[in-house]
């Protein structure tokens, strides 16, 4: 009998925040962990957007590199999987995709000319009443 276990995907993030914290700056570290703290508590209550606001001390380390990491370890903790890749779709939004969807161009066109009428429909119904 094998003993090899798969690892889950809280073991996968796990091994990957060692060795991402051996690399990352410290302080944009701590805020990508603060984001991932939020991100957990948004899945346990059920919210629908991860709130990526930070202490105005803090603004100046939540870079791009940081946005990245946190799509991707999110990537990970939902798919299991950590063959996935941040693809830009327009408009300034990233996301993660499986590597072969990230090589497909057809299948990227799908997703930015999507990307894009989503955008189109919020903007054509105008501020939220909250912005």
Not at 104 to 111: F, G, H, I, K
């Amino acid at each position: 009998m094998d003993d090899f276990a798969v690892p889950t995907p809280q073991d996968q993030v796990s091994l990957y925040l060692e060795a991402l914290e051996l690399h990352m700056d410290p302080d944009q570290f701590r805020v990508l962990g603060a984001l991932l703290e939020g991100a957990g508590q948004l899945y346990e209550s059920g919210l629908e957007q991860v709130d990526t606001a930070v202490d105005e001390a803090d603004e100046e380390f939540l870079t791009e590199d940081v946005m990245e990491e946190f799509l991707v370890i999110v990537g990970m903790l939902t798919t299991g999987r950590m063959d996935q890749q941040v693809v830009d779709i327009g408009g300034g939004i990233t996301t993660v995709v499986t590597q072969d969807v990230a090589t497909d161009p057809v299948r990227m066109r799908e997703l930015r000319s999507w990307a894009a009428e989503q955008r189109e429909l919020r903007d054509a119904d105008g501020p939220t009443p909250d912005a």
